[in-house]
């Protein structure tokens, strides 16, 4: 196996040494290429149909970019060897998302359920997987075992030191993962929030004496332009109320075939049937999961005679007939528990049923310093530094509550009248 060049929509050319290769030609990587990265957002931003695929090669470069800057800038502060464990965390860091990556990553769907981090590490520790055939057989026995250890967030393995400021730089509030998936949603989505210059963010890095990084004083304005973009794409993009509806429908559509196929009221292909129903689903049968498995089956779902099942699947495949929200900005949790009861008579009363009150919540916890906080070079965090950085540190919930669209009106009137206390400071438009 030769290296080669990857082109990149965001980096452009992406070195890839030929063992590296070997890890990225497994049927367990080249899965993500089926793994969307933003579930349903490409019912708002059409465009946004990017793969964990290419996020995790971006991540991969940018793990490089990073361990090479430090290397340069603080001779001897890392080896070679680590760099490139680092790089090859970063590029696995996402290998065992499921079908819609975090969207399915619930019991609602699969019988047999571990998080994202507990598959990819069940994929990498097998011994019958490529991927774990390959990681052994790029790094060997005993530099595996320091991968593992380096995931966990251990600092030592065999004896041997691991620096935290390893683990930092694949997860922590300023990583290479976030670097990569803020550039390219905001790439693909099309949104237009100012964005960040991740190689100035990169130039600013250091590590401490206790091993932990911690940026330059003249790095700030960067990292105040990262945490911006970050506080946007959450407002724009991953919390826009179409995407949280949508995200909905899919829980629900795949939540109903479950019951319906447990039931034996509904036949689904091998796959589905693993996800849905197989609570002792393996790694062999997990890694045969992507999104056309579930793509290609809501058209058929769409006219299926179950109406809970065919009534999702069909607002999923036609983007019609959506519930439309309750226009009240400050909406929150109490408020929304406080309000669905005084709504459902009117819902009910127009031929609907409860199920056509949907409910999300929008949970925003803000930039916080804590123990994995930006450090800048005084020790102190960024949010001490920036008050354009504390503004971003308030924390915010927002209740949305979807019903069908020929009620709107008359919901938005009854629920404005059960918070009357504080209608003056909800909007009318």
Not at 322 to 345: C, F, Q, T, W
């Amino acid at each position: 196996m030769r290296d080669r060049v990857i082109r990149d929509e965001i980096h452009r050319d992406i070195f890839v040494p030929s063992h590296i290769a070997r890890l990225i030609d497994t049927r367990e990587f080249q899965r993500l290429r089926n793994i969307q990265q933003l579930a349903t957002c490409h019912y708002v931003f059409p465009a946004a149909t990017h793969n964990r695929f290419s996020h995790s090669l971006g991540a991969y470069h940018l793990a490089r970019v990073l361990c090479e800057h430090l290397a340069e800038v603080q001779p001897g502060i890392i080896s070679e060897e680590d760099a490139e464990l680092v790089s090859i965390a970063a590029l696995l860091h996402d290998i065992g998302h499921p079908p819609f990556s975090h969207l399915l990553e619930t019991d609602k769907v699969f019988a047999t359920f571990h998080s994202h981090e507990d598959w990819g590490r069940m994929m990498l520790e097998s011994e019958e997987t490529e991927i774990g055939i390959a990681i052994r057989e790029v790094l060997g026995v005993e530099r595996t075992g320091r991968l593992f250890a380096l995931y966990a967030g251990r600092s030592e393995h065999d004896g041997q030191e691991i620096a935290p400021f390893l683990k930092e730089i694949v997860s922590s509030q300023l990583d290479v993962d976030r670097m990569d998936y803020m550039i390219r949603d905001q790439a693909n989505s099309g949104a237009q929030i100012g964005g960040f210059d991740s190689a100035r963010v990169i130039r600013a890095l250091r590590v401490d004496e206790d091993g932990h990084l911690y940026a330059k004083q003249w790095g700030l304005p960067a990292i105040e332009a990262y945490l911006v973009t970050r506080y946007h794409l959450y407002n724009q993009v991953y919390f826009h109320k179409v995407n949280q509806l949508t995200q909905e429908y899919l829980v629900r559509v795949l939540s109903r075939a479950k019951e319906l196929a447990n039931s034996g009221k509904l036949s689904l292909s091998k796959p589905l049937m693993n996800m849905l129903c197989n609570e002792e689903l393996s790694v062999h049968e997990y890694v045969r999961l992507t999104d056309a498995d579930i793509n290609g089956i809501l058209m058929d779902w769409a006219d299926n005679e179950d109406s809970v099942l065919s009534g999702y699947a069909r607002r999923l495949v036609s983007r019609r007939d959506y519930h439309k929200s309750i226009r009240i900005g400050e909406l929150d949790a109490e408020m929304s528990s406080n309000v669905i009861p005084k709504l459902l008579p009117i819902v009910e009363e127009a031929g609907y049923s409860k199920e056509d009150i949907i409910t999300a919540s929008i949970r925003k916890k803000g930039y916080m310093p804590y123990s994995q906080g930006i450090m800048l070079e005084d020790g102190r965090d960024v949010i001490e530094h920036s008050p354009l950085i504390r503004s971003l540190s308030l924390p915010s919930e927002q209740a949305l509550i979807f019903i069908p669209e020929d009620v709107r009106d008359k919901c938005e009137f009854v629920a404005r009248e059960a918070i009357k206390p504080s209608q003056s400071r909800l909007p009318t438009s």
